[in-house]
């Protein structure tokens, strides 16, 4: 994870499970263009060995699956989609963001 990140790095590994899941509520994506999105959406340029490894560790947990899929030329490729227990997950995890972020604002205030 590196170049460009809106936050700093360590928000990005905190976030990062729950910006998949987040990223792969609207539609199935393959790795690279999961990688490309999270970019776009300011988690900086993410390396297979950030991406990678949370992709597995949530497709263990049964929120993501993964199917290969042919392309009309090259490899395969592996898409990633969310699961029903995945769009809990991303709702549970975002509330609790939420009640985070909600507690920090209110020590602020203090």
């Not at 959406?41 to 993501?64: D, I, K, N, T």
């Amino acid at each position: 994870m590196d170049e460009a990140s809106r936050w700093p790095m360590s928000w990005v590994r905190a976030s990062l499970d729950l910006a998949i899941l987040g990223t792969l509520a609207s539609a199935p994506l393959h790795g690279y263009a999961l990688a490309q999105e999270l970019q776009a959406r300011g988690f900086g340029r993410l390396r297979g060995g950030s991406l990678y490894p949370a992709l597995a560790r949530l497709q263990e947990a049964g929120h993501v699956e993964a199917a290969w899929a042919q392309v009309e030329s090259g490899p395969g490729r592996k898409d990633y989609r969310l699961t029903a227990e995945g769009r809990r997950h991303l709702s549970d995890g975002l509330a609790a963001w939420d009640d985070l972020t909600d507690t920090l604002r209110t020590e602020e205030s203090r």
